[in-house]
């Protein structure tokens, strides 16, 4: 079953294209890779999946809800700099929520199903690692302190990082803040998972830690995107890559064909570049 589409999704700053006619889709429980040169769009991707960019043209299906760019009219999104709408009030960041408008509603719902993994993770260092969890649980959820407390002990054991709910979020290891923003992102239980190079920054113990949180959920129905620079992570891991260049998909297809037979020279280029890492 398909969860997630984009049809012509289209975004520029300013002069630069950086996404062009984009048709992406994702069935249900899958775990797909996005692959790609430094800059050719993979953030930027994940961030319109999000709405934390806006699209220019064209629509997203996420779960049954459509959001087409000719509805935000204009309207501006957190750091995105790319319209000319002076609406100040709206978003900052994926944990404000106005919901004032249709709009708004629809980009609340929207990120109810979609969890997203920062690549800089974006911990509240000033919070605990639980009240970092809570945090979403009670803006985005509107539950009680009690209830969100009990959600994110739970969430916390899952990625076991239990034993130090209440150590300062600043104080943990990298390897540690990357479970805990996972927690944190499946604090609103999503129905998809965003992941922008989550293994970037790990050793490769960590990255088995990270490809056994993606199976355990994957198993659990997760559907989940993974941008990622590691070709060995891409193969090892995913269902389906998709090979992106200069705001374009390539290829799109089953790892063991992209990566052994891959049908664009573009597609060939890259994969042989990346042959060492
Ligand atoms: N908020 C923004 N304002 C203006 N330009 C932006 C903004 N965000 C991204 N860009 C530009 O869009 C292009 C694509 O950037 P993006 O971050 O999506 O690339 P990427 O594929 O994720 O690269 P990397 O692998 O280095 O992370 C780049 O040229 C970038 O400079
Ligand atoms: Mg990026």
Do not use: W
């Not at 993994?117 to 803006?139: A, G, R, S, Y």
């Amino acid at each position: 079953m398909e969860i997630l589409s984009t049809q012509n999704l289209s975004k520029n700053f300013g002069a630069e294209d950086v996404l062009k006619n984009i048709n992406f889709s994702a069935e249900k429980g899958e775990l797909i890779s996005i692959i790609g040169r430094s800059g050719c769009g993979k953030t930027t991707f994940l961030r319109c999946l999000n709405c934390l960019n806006i699209l220019n043209n064209g629509t997203i299906n996420i779960d049954g809800i459509m959001l087409d760019a000719k509805e935000f009219n204009g309207q501006k999104l957190g750091d995105d700099h790319s319209s000319k709408s002076k609406n100040d009030d709206f978003l900052k960041d994926s944990l404000q929520y106005i919901t004032k408008d249709e709009i708004h509603k629809k980009v609340h719902n929207i990120r109810k199903k979609v969890g997203f993994l920062f690549q800089n993770l974006n911990l509240f260092p000033h919070l605990t690692v639980i009240e970092n969890v809570m945090l979403p649980i009670e803006k985005v959820l509107l539950k009680s302190y009690d209830e969100a407390y009990a959600i994110s002990e739970k969430l916390l054991e899952k990625v076991a990082m239990n034993k130090y709910q209440d150590r300062s979020s600043a104080l943990v290891s990298g390897g540690q803040a990357q479970r805990v923003a996972i927690a944190r992102a499946l604090a609103v239980n999503p129905q998809i998972m965003l992941y922008d190079e989550p293994t970037s920054a790990l050793d490769p113990e960590l990255v088995l830690e990270f490809i056994e949180i993606a199976r355990s959920l994957k198993n659990e129905g997760m559907t989940q995107i993974i941008v990622t620079h590691s070709l060995g992570l891409a193969k090892t891991i995913s269902d389906k890559v998709c090979y992106m260049d200069k705001g374009e998909i390539v290829e799109y297809g089953n790892p063991k064909d992209l990566f052994a037979n891959p049908k664009k020279s573009r597609t060939k280029d890259y994969i042989s570049k990346l042959i060492l890492s």
